[in-house]
């Protein structure tokens, strides 16, 4: 039947075609009166002239084929869809696809023509490299939009032959259609190597008569590496989603390479990860599945990545609450999970006025999101794109969820950014970890423990404390003071005469995740020697406790400043920032040359340039001040305008060893290092 019907259409094209040639070539004699005819048939790829078997010959099928061919590309108008025939014009309602051979087409139609396996050209038969894609959304209301705007230009009778749209199912009720996780789970490698913990004494010794009301112990707490690193199949699987802008804004080099940047998270991605892809514009919606990046999931989601388009407004609640519902309604959970959100703006669905950073604007909008970013276990990590986005609300979504908030100021810096990110989350070793310490001695009491965003408490009187660190990544460390109130002391010492005391007892529990069991790790005792008198030696300040009193001196002195900023005070903030720089140049660390103090003092100068004025302030120095404050309390790498990764070498017991400046870990370092190699950075 299928064949009937093509013969009987090709016979007609040929027929039209002859009568054509015939008209042109005695265009002086035509009649003047003659009424215009239709335009011919527009075929696609699915339709190109092939001899059939009753052809007399196959010179002549192909020499009718290639006036066809001709004839039809002389016919069509660059204004014209080639598929539809009706007008590219803009502002119809519909989606324009202009492929890398220049030639443009309604999107429905293209993506219709592309479905069918056909990836070249219906004009000029070039292959194509990108093609698009229309990923399952609700827009039954634009196909039958199309099929009117067909039918009022054209007469019936063609519309009948016209290319069917594609079948798009409207987006489901409920996101329970997640892929199933595969039976067997990865083989996961639980290497011998635990958290280790580690810790420091201010001096050495503190005078067996004297007492010291706050008195500082650093706390270290340090993953385990990852076997085998983060592309390994060994490693932990992730369920991501990202919720990406793609509002008007995002046109041009913008989206292109933030299509760069996701495809770069899809290659890195294992078999056992799963991924969602949201975007959000007027309205948000999910274009790709929670699916596993097998050899298929890849593709599919490649050309998920390439149908978006940038267009219309910009609904970040209603994005967010898109990536939200994907991973609270999925049937099967992978360990660890997160989500990624990408803005260049403002929400201009719910706010009118531009003063999107006030207080209760700011929890007005947090009031819209749904409860569960506030006390789940799956991180938000946020990520501000240029100059013109919601610095304040974005680094609120992500505090409010335990995850990072980075400032993307460089176009360029897109898919590096993101490196950082997923090298950290491929790589997460330990789950709900939580440090406890407890005093070791009668009279000594814990009289704070600042501990940035991660919750802290201190309980029993004053004996015990403990803090909530969450999720850690492979080989990062997380630090805490304990700050302690240490009275005189009424010890006899020992046989050789050592008097010491005992100040804590320190310990860890976490979930294994190699292992999938609850771990429990005891540290050493903390003590200190109680001389009568100070020797020079016990005078000397640990470099170690000494450099994250600098952090966390420099961290609060942020905060004051950019507080002060915000009330247009910026003289008060600069003297702020100014005061910090000169007391780290004075510390031992400083002194001692200490690398992470160098990076301290930049950083705070750096901000002090931003904050020259209020022009500058509002345009990048509030964003880069709220990416660096949620790297100090979280103790976890951001990207803040356009640093990129530095390497520093830090001595320990006269081992040296090097660390990325920044909390960045050896997984975010590579990954970041895979990007570059790339070369996209240097591509506009």
């Known amino acids: 039947m299928a064949a009937a019907t093509w013969r009987k259409l090709k016979k007609s094209l040929m027929h039209k075609l002859s009568f054509h040639s015939s008209d042109s070539s005695s265009t002086s004699s035509a009649p003047a009166s003659r009424p215009p005819r239709p335009p011919p048939l527009a075929l696609t790829s699915s339709a190109t002239v092939r001899p059939s078997p009753s052809s007399r010959t196959s010179s002549s099928s192909s020499s009718i084929s290639s006036k066809l061919s001709r004839s039809f590309s002389s016919r069509i108008s660059k204004k014209n869809c080639a598929i539809c025939l009706s007008n590219l014009r803009a502002g119809q309602g519909q989606a324009i696809f202009t492929a890398e051979c220049s030639h443009s087409f309604h999107f429905l139609c293209i993506a219709n023509n592309v479905k069918h396996g056909n990836i070249c050209c219906p004009i000029?038969?070039?292959?194509?490299?990108?093609?698009?894609?229309?990923?399952?959304?609700?827009?039954?209301?634009?196909?039958?939009?199309?099929?009117?705007?067909?039918?009022?230009?054209?007469?019936?009778?063609?519309?009948?032959?016209?290319?069917?749209l594609p079948q798009v199912h409207p987006e489901p009720l409920s996101f329970s259609d997640d892929e199933p996780l595969p039976s067997t789970s990865p083989s996961r490698f639980s290497g011998p190597q635990n958290v280790t913990i580690r810790t420091y004494t201010e001096y050495s010794a503190i005078p067996v008569a004297e007492s010291r009301p706050t008195f500082p112990v650093l706390v270290s707490v340090r993953a385990p590496p990852l076997q085998g690193g983060a592309n390994s199949h060994g490693r932990t699987p992730i369920d991501l989603v990202t919720v990406l802008d793609v509002s008007g804004s995002m046109f041009g080099t913008k989206i292109a390479l933030l299509k760069r940047a996701v495809r770069f998270v899809i290659q890195n991605l294992g078999p056992y990860d799963r991924l969602a892809?949201?975007?959000?514009?007027?309205?948000?919606?999910?274009?790709?599945?929670?699916?596993?990046?097998?050899?298929?999931?890849?593709?599919?989601?490649?050309?998920?990545?390439?149908?978006?388009?940038?267009?219309?407004?910009?609904?970040?609640?209603?994005?967010?609450?898109?990536?939200?519902?994907?991973?609270?309604?999925?049937?099967?959970?992978?360990?660890?999970?997160?989500?990624?959100?990408?803005?260049?703006?403002?929400?201009?669905?719910?706010?009118?006025?531009?003063?999107?950073?006030?207080?209760?604007?700011?929890?007005?909008?947090?009031?819209?999101?749904?409860?569960?970013?506030?006390?789940?276990?799956?991180?938000?990590?946020?990520?501000?794109?240029?100059?013109?986005?919601?610095?304040?609300?974005?680094?609120?979504?992500?505090?409010?969820?335990?995850?990072?908030?980075?400032?993307?100021?460089?176009?360029?810096?897109?898919?590096?950014?993101?490196?950082?990110?997923?090298?950290?989350?491929?790589?997460?070793?330990?789950?709900?970890?939580?440090?406890?310490?407890?005093?070791?001695?009668?009279?000594?009491?814990?009289?704070?423990?600042?501990?940035g965003r991660h919750v802290s408490e201190i309980s029993d009187e004053c004996q015990q404390g403990a803090v909530d660190v969450g999720n850690m990544y492979a080989e990062e460390e997380k630090q805490f003071l304990v700050y302690l109130l240490v009275p005189t002391s009424s010890a006899t010492g020992n046989r050789e005469g050592i008097r010491k005391t005992s100040l804590l007892d320190v310990s860890c529990v976490y979930k294994d995740l190699g292992s999938n069991e609850s771990t429990h790790v005891q540290g050493e005792r903390v003590e200190i020697l109680r001389p009568k008198v100070w020797s020079p030696a016990d005078e000397a300040v640990c470099l170690e406790v000494d450099r994250q009193r600098n952090r966390i001196l420099v961290?609060?002195?942020?905060?004051?400043?950019?507080?002060?900023?915000?009330?247009?005070?910026?003289?008060?903030?600069?003297?702020?920032?100014?005061?910090?720089?000169?007391?780290?140049?004075?510390?031992?660390?400083?002194?001692?040359?200490?690398?992470?103090?160098?990076?301290l003092e930049a950083e705070l100068r750096e901000i002090r340039d931003r904050m020259a004025s209020m022009e500058s302030y509002t345009q990048t120095g509030r964003a880069y001040v709220l990416s660096g404050l949620s790297s100090h309390s979280w103790q976890r790498a951001t990207t803040r305008g356009d640093m990129t990764t530095q390497i520093m070498t830090m001595n320990e017991g006269g081992n040296s060893r090097s660390s990325a400046v920044g909390y960045e870990t050896p997984t975010m370092v590579n990954m970041v290092r895979m990007s570059q190699n790339l070369g996209v950075n240097h591509t506009v």
């Open 277 to 451: 892809i949201v975007s959000f514009s007027n309205t948000a919606k999910r274009v790709f599945p929670l699916r596993r990046m097998t050899v298929d999931g890849r593709e599919s989601a490649f050309l998920a990545v390439e149908s978006l388009r940038a267009h219309g407004g910009t609904d970040i609640v209603g994005g967010l609450k898109k990536g939200v519902q994907v991973l609270e309604e999925r049937r099967a959970r992978n360990p660890v999970s997160s989500i990624i959100l990408l803005s260049d703006g403002r929400d201009n669905c719910i706010y009118d006025s531009q003063n999107t950073s006030s207080p209760n604007r700011v929890s007005e909008f947090l009031n819209r999101l749904p409860a569960s970013v506030h006390c789940s276990n799956v991180p938000i990590h946020t990520f501000g794109f240029g100059t013109d986005h919601d610095a304040t609300t974005m680094h609120a979504i992500s505090d409010s969820s335990s995850g990072t908030f980075s400032f993307i100021e460089s176009v360029a810096m897109i898919q590096d950014a993101f490196a950082m990110c997923i090298g950290g989350l491929l790589s997460v070793v330990a789950q709900e970890l939580r440090l406890t310490v407890r005093s070791a001695s009668h009279g000594v009491q814990i009289v704070s423990i600042p501990s």
């Open 555 to 599: 961290a609060e002195g942020i905060a004051e400043a950019q507080a002060m900023a915000e009330m247009g005070n910026l003289e008060g903030a600069q003297a702020i920032l100014a005061q910090r720089i000169a007391t780290i140049l004075t510390s031992p660390a400083a002194q001692a040359g200490d690398g992470l103090c160098n990076w």
């Open 124 to 164: 000029c038969r070039s292959k194509w490299n990108d093609v698009p894609f229309q990923a399952p959304t609700n827009v039954a209301d634009t196909q039958q939009n199309h099929l009117g705007h067909i039918h009022n230009g054209f007469n019936h009778r063609y519309q009948s032959h016209l290319p069917l």
